[in-house]
């Protein structure tokens, strides 16, 4: 009756306010976390698949909460980008992964992600080249990955940023490809170097003909356009093996290595392994 019906409805209200407090208060932890150095690059090994040498690392952040331990970029990055915290978190985390690198050998390259609303920050470049000066790190050893729904956001800006970044020699790479939309008119339109080819394509290669076909098709696409292709998300042996006697250049997945902290990624760089 009548009573129920107003007892769900406070209910619901109580809940809108406890969902609101507890992301409020998200947001809230964050900003601190950001400030107080709580988040932390975790590096990824990307491999050559022509010699299965170790190139570099891509960096994935983490966020080492004092509660609640390590948690994924999933439960933080998109609080990050809608509140316009993203730029501050991409900057300490470039920071401390370019003076994190500085102990590795000088062949070894890192890759950073950049939100798609960061390349409309007409300061990016700008930034970059602030760490980059600031930490000695070398541009030509920096790769700034970028996905297709930036590209849908504003090309013109987006566009702008790229040609800075790439005229000050960091590489430019478009990550999850095969996974947005328009794929072709952007590889048109803009000057890449790099394709990642989604780890959705490249689990069940092994197991399905067509998708086998389609990355077979965009390995081929990427060397007639003359960039270079990274498959990610590899986990077995199988599609290892397929991976390079289709040319594919580069690999990343768990097969080679899981997302690791500065310490473990130090004794990989020395070891050549993990665990
Ligand atoms: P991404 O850029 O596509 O990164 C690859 C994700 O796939 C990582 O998840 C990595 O741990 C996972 N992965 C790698 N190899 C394998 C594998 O063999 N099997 C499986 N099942 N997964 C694998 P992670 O670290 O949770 O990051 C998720 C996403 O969060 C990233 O996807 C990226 O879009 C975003 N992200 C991470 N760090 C940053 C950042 O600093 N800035 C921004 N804007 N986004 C970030
Ligand atoms: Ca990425
Ligand atoms: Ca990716
Ligand atoms: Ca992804």
Redesign the pocket.
């Given at each position: 009756g009548k009573r129920d019906g107003r007892g769900s409805f406070r209910f619901f209200e109580r809940a809108m306010d406890d969902a609101l407090r507890a992301r409020a208060l998200m947001e809230c932890d964050l900003r601190e976390a950001i400030l107080g150095g709580q988040i932390e690059p975790?590096y990824?090994p990307v491999v050559s698949l022509h010699d299965r040498e170790l190139i570099g690392f891509?960096?994935?952040?983490r966020w080492r909460h004092p509660e609640r331990g390590v948690l994924?970029?999933?439960e933080f990055?998109p609080i990050a980008?809608e509140t316009g915290m993203?730029g501050d978190?991409?900057y300490g985390?470039l920071r401390r992964a370019c003076r994190d690198a500085a102990s590795w050998p000088p062949h070894l390259q890192l890759a950073?992600?950049?939100?798609p609303q960061?390349f409309q920050d007409r300061w990016l470049a700008e930034q970059i080249l602030a760490v980059l000066d600031e930490t000695g790190f070398p541009a030509g050893r920096l790769e700034v990955?970028i996905?297709e729904s930036a590209l849908i956001h504003d090309l013109e800006a987006t566009r702008a940023t790229l040609t800075s970044l790439q005229n000050l020699g960091v590489r430019i790479a478009l990550?999850?490809f095969g996974t947005g939309y328009s794929s072709l008119y952007h590889l048109r339109e803009l000057k890449f170097d790099k394709l990642?080819i989604?780890?959705s394509y490249v689990?069940s290669i092994t197991m399905s003909d067509e998708r086998a076909k389609l990355v077979d098709a965009i390995i081929k696409l990427g060397s007639s356009l003359g960039l270079v292709t990274t498959a990610?998300?590899?986990?077995c042996s199988g599609s290892l093996g397929w991976l390079e006697d289709q040319g594919c250049d580069f690999g990343?997945?768990?097969?080679f290595g899981?997302?690791m902290s500065k310490s473990e990624a130090d004794q990989y760089v020395e070891g050549g392994t993990t665990e």
């Open positions: 975790f990824q891509e960096v994935l952040a994924p970029p999933s990055i980008e993203i978190l991409s985390l950073i992600n950049i939100a960061q990955e996905t990550d999850d990642k989604d780890r689990n990610e998300g590899i986990e990343q997945g768990y097969l899981k997302p």
